[in-house]
């Protein structure tokens, strides 16, 4: 049962470090950091219950660096989820500051920094109101942060995982950034999803997600309707189911 007239009552929003790069391509942007912050206050602002799992690419990309540092692939992923600890204490000081009491929960135990995860405990808190920013991806290297998504949104029970996208408005036939004729879906099923390899997000992420049940919008997060018009049920983006 949703709220507000939404459907949902519970929402998982996935978003890229890149998503909070801005123009500058690396780090935190403050502007952009402020809008994303803005559009996640809009969600809370309707009652919705909102956790949110943030990715660290904007600092570290773990198997980009293992393969051109000479690290090995571990230690380079488990840097990564550092980079997303960064990234959701940023988050949840521009939420607070927009007076949205927020919580982060690490897969990783760094009690100065943020709660341990425990998932009965991030329900308590969506249900008290609070946002919920999920860190350090599952804990384990060699999963993305997509997996990570995908594992929190079916943990704390969400109808929908929200996968903001950087620029890019859904699903297309190749990379619209490169090809001009590329061709967007407006809905997969999760088949056609894993066996065209249209990199919605990794393998294991949509498999958890088809295995479930758990539907997924792929969505372009720059554009400041695209988040509300898809809470009150409207057509945005891909839809896979």
Aim: glycine share 10%.
């Amino acid at each position: 049962m949703g709220i507000n007239g939404s459907p949902y009552r519970r929402v998982l929003l996935k978003m890229s470090g890149e998503a909070l790069e801005g123009p500058a391509g690396y780090g935190i942007d403050r502007p952009t950091l402020t809008y994303v912050a803005t559009q996640i206050q809009k969600v809370h602002a309707l009652g919705i219950q909102i956790g949110v799992a943030v990715g660290g690419g904007n600092i570290w990309r773990g198997e980009e660096q293992a393969a051109t540092t000479g690290l090995d692939r571990p230690t380079a992923d488990y840097m990564g989820m550092l980079a997303t600890v960064f990234n959701a204490l940023a988050l949840k000081g521009v939420l607070e500051s927009l007076n949205v009491e927020t919580r982060v929960q690490s897969a990783i135990s760094m009690p100065q920094l943020a709660e341990s995860y425990i998932r009965q405990t991030a329900i308590e808190h969506l249900e008290r109101g609070r946002v919920v920013v999920f860190a350090a991806g599952t804990g384990n290297p060699f999963f993305t942060t997509d997996t990570a998504g995908a594992l929190r949104a079916l943990e704390i029970g969400a109808d929908v995982l929200l996968m903001a996208k950087n620029r890019v408005d859904g699903v297309y036939t190749a990379d619209p950034l490169l090809n001009a004729d590329a061709r967007r879906y407006d809905r997969l099923s999760f088949m056609e999803a894993l066996s065209q390899g249209l990199g919605v997000m990794d393998a294991a992420a949509l498999s958890l997600c088809m295995d479930n049940h758990l539907r997924i919008v792929v969505f372009d997060l720059t554009n400041p309707e695209n988040l509300p018009r898809i809470l009150r049920g409207e057509q945005v983006g891909t839809l896979i189911e």
